[in-house]
Structures are given as structure tokens and as C-alpha cells.
């Protein structure tokens, strides 16, 4: 059974940086590719940050394209995601994401593990 465990959210005044782990344990697999996905009331989850078993490739959505920063510590099995400049709209529940593998994934449907989500909340 694959764990995934978010920390880091909390509130952050706009302008402001926040910055989200993601560690993974259990039955653990030499690869997985990662992502951080965010949902708010009333709307799907959306796709925030891929990255590559590797660590190699990365992808973000254009809303958080130069402001956030994914990576990976593999010897932690922890991968983060550095936010910078957050903005009101940033405001969501953050998921933590795995899927057994190397490529990079970015929808919802190629990730088989979840964390439980960690509230980010962004202040005008």
C-alpha cells in the first residue's frame, strides 16, 4: 500500500510563498512520477505541477508557470512544490500525486495514488 502525505499549507498573505512536501512510503517502486494537483469548492481538480520519475522533466499549468516550482528529493522519497508570488486565486485544497513509473503525467486520470490534501489559503 502506497502513502502519500502532504504538509506545508497554511495561510499566506498575497505576494507571499508557501512552500508544499509530499512524502511517499510504503510499498515503494524504484520510480514514480509525481504531481501536485488543487481543487476548490464547486470546481474539478486541475492539474498544478508533473514531474518525471527522473526528476528530468517538468510541466506546470500556465497559471502557475514562473511562480511555482516542483521537485523531487528521491533519498527523502519526498518531492516539493515551491510557491512564489501566490496570488488570492491560488487559494485551494493542494494534492500530492504518484503513479508507478518514469514519464511525466499531467491529468488526473494516469495518477493510481493520492494524498489526503493540505489547505493553502492566500490572503488579499
Known amino acids: 500500500q502506497v502513502q502519500l502525505v502532504e504538509s506545508g499549507g497554511g495561510l499566506v498573505e498575497a505576494g507571499g510563498s508557501l512552500r508544499l512536501s509530499c512524502s511517499i512510503s510504503g510499498r515503494t517502486y524504484s520510480s514514480y512520477a509525481m504531481g501536485w494537483f488543487r481543487q476548490v469548492p464547486g470546481k474539478e481538480r486541475e492539474f498544478v505541477a508533473g514531474i518525471s520519475g527522473s526528476g528530468v522533466s517538468t510541466r506546470y499549468a500556465d497559471s502557475v508557470n514562473g511562480r511555482f516550482t516542483i521537485s523531487r528529493e528521491d533519498a527523502k522519497n519526498t518531492i516539493y512544490l515551491q510557491m512564489n508570488s501566490l496570488k488570492t486565486e491560488d487559494t485551494a485544497v493542494y494534492y500530492c500525486?504518484?503513479?508507478?513509473?518514469?514519464?511525466?503525467?499531467?491529468?488526473?486520470?494516469?495518477?493510481?495514488?493520492w494524498g489526503q490534501g493540505t489547505q493553502v489559503t492566500v490572503s488579499s
Open positions: 500525486a504518484a503513479d508507478r513509473g518514469m514519464n511525466l503525467r499531467i491529468t488526473e486520470n494516469q495518477y493510481d495514488h
